[in-house]
């Protein structure tokens, strides 16, 4: 079943490079065959001709060279056979790795938002490495294994079935038996080798959740709970893989003990034909051999199905991963996008968190194209869910959002969100210059461009002091520029993106005082003829707004004006009254 569930995902890239995935096949199905089978016979045959006695030495030269030519070309046949199969799996696998590399990238990226945050990124990280790794195992053990076993298996029994039936016969009866009981260890062990991947993965989240928040472990003093506790998942992963290998210590002696079994009684019966002769010297020196080449692929055959098998259990948990059901989705036959002008209403939404927490009940908001609205309130009041509800980050339970009368759901969300720009409260920046962080939202823009943004909301003022820049790099997260720093090149993005509809959660927050007047001027240009819903924890940013909304406990509670909602005297008045340094208590 899974191998079915793995072939769905693996099949497409391989028909990409199907000729070079055939000729390893090819080449090395060659090699297997000339060097292991035919090698061997040959030697057997001048082997009985060199104890035959009624050979004379003159009688040699004229039937042993043709037998050493022979030979001689099995030996160049193994050699340019090798080499040209080398050459095709490197190829191959070379191209394979990465087009597999490409596709868990562009699956997982896929994904929804709820889908990242609901699971440790550096686990992932672990995941999507081992699931090119385990087909790079897998292909590997299935040439040089499976592939090259069938092929031996079918040359020697072929052989045998000329040269010594019953020898072949007591081979066949015994293989078949050997393999069956091979076959249910592996499957056993497979269940062991899932429970170890996972518990790996587990590892790999913790070291991931460790080292992104290193700044806390090192201000809370916490190095030695954090220590604790990641023993715990490796003391966990340990049970797991003593369990894999204990048992594979186990597989190991059965596969000895029958190979000693056979070997032996092998031995016994064709030195009693030899001794009867019924079977000549060169045929006890050919089963002998084959005897030796069948326990070495028996063995090796054992000792690939497990990796085979390990390989498949890091496998199965991003193929878990690649077939699990999205909880948004793009419709079937989306509707081009009309999002030109920035209108927005919210027709009685419903919203729950999977928790069960309810945040919205026929909720409703009209924006008019071009106006701009602050949202205010406690913490738990719904304001983020607004955010994430119009970035379909999360679907409504009931109700519709419409973007210029265009519900959301029913074009792809990748357009939707070209039409909105969004500023957090904590910058996304990646570990790549400055420059291309600012570009990000459009690729396409000029160097001018760029610097024109930076200049309007006044990241040029720290750029220009760096040694490199507009080509230095930020670090991971952004780790070497200030949150002021980071933060204005989060604002210079959106906006050189220049859409008609503008989310801002506080992205002043990490401003001092004089930066926050000169990006507030720039925003006020910014958001002329745009849409624009700014989330506010700090009254003093929003007092310009066309209208202010105040959310509490998922329903608006007061709408209007500064001035208006000061004179009305209810909530918004009382959060103005209680802020300190402009801060909501």
């Excluded at 490197?90 to 596709?103: A, D, G, H, K, P």
């Excluded at 009685?348 to 945040?359: A, L, M, P, R, W």
């Excluded at 006020?524 to 909304?549: C, F, G, P, W, Y």
Aim: proline share 2%; charged share 25%; glycine share 6%.
């Amino acid at each position: 079943m899974f191998l079915k569930r793995a072939f769905k995902h693996l099949w497409p890239q391989i028909l990409l490079y199907k000729w070079s995935f055939s000729l390893t096949f090819f080449f090395y199905g060659i090699r297997f065959f000339v060097i292991s089978v035919l090698g061997s016979l040959y030697f057997k045959k001048i082997i009985d001709v060199l104890s035959d006695p009624s050979v004379t030495r003159g009688e040699l030269a004229g039937v042993l060279w043709p037998l050493v030519w022979i030979n001689i070309g099995i030996i160049i046949i193994n050699y340019l056979s090798s080499r040209a199969g080398s050459y095709s799996v490197v190829y191959f696998q070379s191209n394979i790795i990465r087009e597999l590399t490409n596709y868990v990238f562009k699956k997982f990226t896929s994904k929804t938002y709820t889908f990242f945050s609901n699971r440790f990124t550096g686990s992932l990280v672990t995941k999507s490495r081992r699931f090119v790794r385990a087909f790079e195992v897998m292909h590997d053990t299935t040439v040089f294994n499976f592939w090259s076993s069938f092929i031996v298996f079918v040359g020697v029994f072929g052989v045998l079935a000329f040269e010594a039936p019953m020898i072949g016969l007591i081979f066949f009866v015994w293989m078949i038996f050997y393999m069956t009981i091979i076959y249910f260890m592996v499957k056993k062990r497979f269940l062991y080798d899932v429970a170890k991947a996972e518990a790996d993965s587990r590892v790999g989240g913790k070291l991931a959740d460790v080292f992104s928040n290193i700044f806390a472990v090192k201000v809370f003093s916490s190095k030695k709970r954090e220590q604790q506790l990641f023993n715990e998942v490796a003391t966990d992963e340990q049970k797991f893989r003593d369990q894999s290998w204990y048992f594979q210590n186990r597989q190991d002696a059965i596969q000895a003990f029958l190979m000693i079994l056979i070997q032996c009684f092998v031995l016994y019966f064709i030195i009693d034909l030899w001794i009867k002769g019924s079977m000549s010297t060169g045929t006890v020196v050919l089963i002998q051999t084959y005897m030796v080449i069948i326990f070495d692929r028996l063995w090796d055959l054992g000792k690939a199905t497990t990796r085979f098998m390990g390989a498949a259990a890091d496998m199965s948990e991003v193929i878990d991963i690649l077939e699990s059901t999205d909880d948004i989705t793009d419709p079937e036959n989306p509707e081009p996008i009309r999002m030109n002008m920035g209108g927005l209403e919210f027709k009685g939404v419903s919203f729950s968190y999977e928790s069960g927490q309810k945040v919205f009940e026929n909720f409703n908001l009209k924006i008019k194209p071009g106006e701009k609205i602050g949202l205010v309130g406690h913490s738990g009041a719904g304001k983020s869910t607004v955010t994430k509800l119009l970035l379909r980050f999360v679907d409504v339970s009931s109700g519709a959002i419409e973007v210029d009368g265009q519900d959301i759901r029913n074009v792809l969300q990748d357009d939707l969100r070209k039409a909105i720009s969004y500023v957090p409260q904590e910058p996304m920046l990646f570990h790549r210059t400055i420059s291309e962080n600012i570009a990000y939202g459009k690729p396409e823009a000029s160097e001018e461009e760029v610097k024109k943004a930076a200049k309007r909301a006044h990241a040029d003022e720290f750029i220009d002091r760096l040694q490199y820049g507009y080509k230095t790099l930020v670090g991971e997260r952004g780790v070497k520029l200030s949150g002021g720093e980071r933060q204005r090149v989060a604002i210079a993005r959106v906006m050189l993106a220049d859409t008609p509809i503008l989310i801002l959660d506080e992205a002043t927050s990490s401003l001092d005082s004089v930066s926050e007047q000169y990006i507030q001027s720039a925003f006020e240009e910014l958001m002329k003829n745009k849409t624009a819903i700014v989330i506010a924890h700090r009254l003093s940013t929003i007092q310009k707004m066309d209208r202010i909304i105040v959310l509490e406990q998922g329903g608006i509670k007061e709408e209007g004006s500064h001035k208006e909602l000061l004179e009305k005297g209810g909530i918004y008045a009382d959060l103005w009254n209680h802020q300190s340094g402009g801060f909501m208590e």
